[in-house]
T-cell receptor
Framework: DSGVTQTPKHLITATGQRVTLRCSPRSGDLSVYWYQQSLDQGLQFLIQYYNGEERAKGNILERFSAQQFPDLHSELNLSSLELGDSALYFC???????????????FGEGSRLTVL | GQQVMQIPQYQHVQEGEDFTTYCNSSTTLSNIQWYKQRPGGHPVFLIQLVKSGEVKKQKRLTFQFGEAKKNSSLHITATQTTDVGTYFCAGPMYSGGGADGLTFGKGTHLIIQP
């Protein structure tokens, strides 16, 4: 158990819909990262938050957005869903050094999104 | 942009044979991390290498960081069925505020035939 909690574990929805994925980081971790994993595509970095503020942005589509709340949990919002958005979405957390740096990432079990 | 390449993409070995996966970065890395993802699971941290030429061992696993800090390797001696999974290397991404997040390679899928 990594200590990172993601909900829901599975989600099936239709094209054009909107979903929200939720992540609770490990206790004390200030950084939250979102990754997308598609078949044979490895782990694509989407976005990172540190203590409530956006820290780094990767290949995140404009239809996707995220935020980190004061209690440090994070949500990833996916809208106008397309078939190609079907993937496993991982949240990870780290202690997040104040001066930058990453340290070890602890991953949740992921949210599997299927868009029909 | 910064890229981390891994080869091979797939590796089939007989149980008991050795296995090696290689990781190459387009830029010099301050550190490199390795993760393992079991089938149906989530990535789990294995190790972080920081120093040029560093070699670290964990039982049957040997990790190396190249002298130029642009490549790394993971070698498993005498593979066992429990080694099945995908091995990822990951290097830090840099933004204006410093190192943020990790760029992952596409991983090497290790398949073991008993």
């Amino acid at each position: 158990d990594s200590g990172v909690t993601q909900t829901p574990k599975h989600l099936i929805t239709a094209t054009g819909q909107r979903v929200t994925l939720r992540c609770s980081p490990r206790s004390g971790d200030l950084s939250v990262y979102w990754y997308q994993q598609s078949l044979d595509q490895g782990l694509q970095f989407l976005i990172q938050y540190y203590n409530g503020e956006e820290r780094a942005k990767g290949n995140i589509l404009e239809r996707f957005s995220a935020q980190q709340f004061p209690d440090l949990h994070s949500e990833l919002n996916l809208s106008s869903l397309e078939l190609g958005d079907s993937a496993l979405y991982f949240c990870a957390s780290s202690a997040g050094l104040a001066g930058g740096g990453t340290g070890e990432l602890f991953f949740g079990e992921g949210s599997r999104l299927t868009v029909l | 942009g910064q890229q981390v390449m891994q080869i091979p993409q797939y590796q089939h070995v007989q149980e008991g044979e050795d296995f090696t996966t290689y990781c190459n970065s387009s830029t010099t890395l301050s550190n490199i991390q390795w993760y393992k993802q079991r089938p149906g699971g989530h990535p789990v941290f294995l190790i972080q290498l920081v120093k040029s030429g560093e070699v670290k061992k964990q039982k049957r696993l040997t990790f190396q960081f190249g002298e130029a800090k642009k490549n790394s390797s993971l070698h498993i001696t005498a593979t066992q069925t429990t080694d099945v999974g995908t091995y990822f290397c990951a290097g830090p991404m840099y933004s204006g505020g410093g190192a943020d997040g990790l760029t992952f390679g596409k991983g090497t899928h290790l398949i073991i035939q008993p």
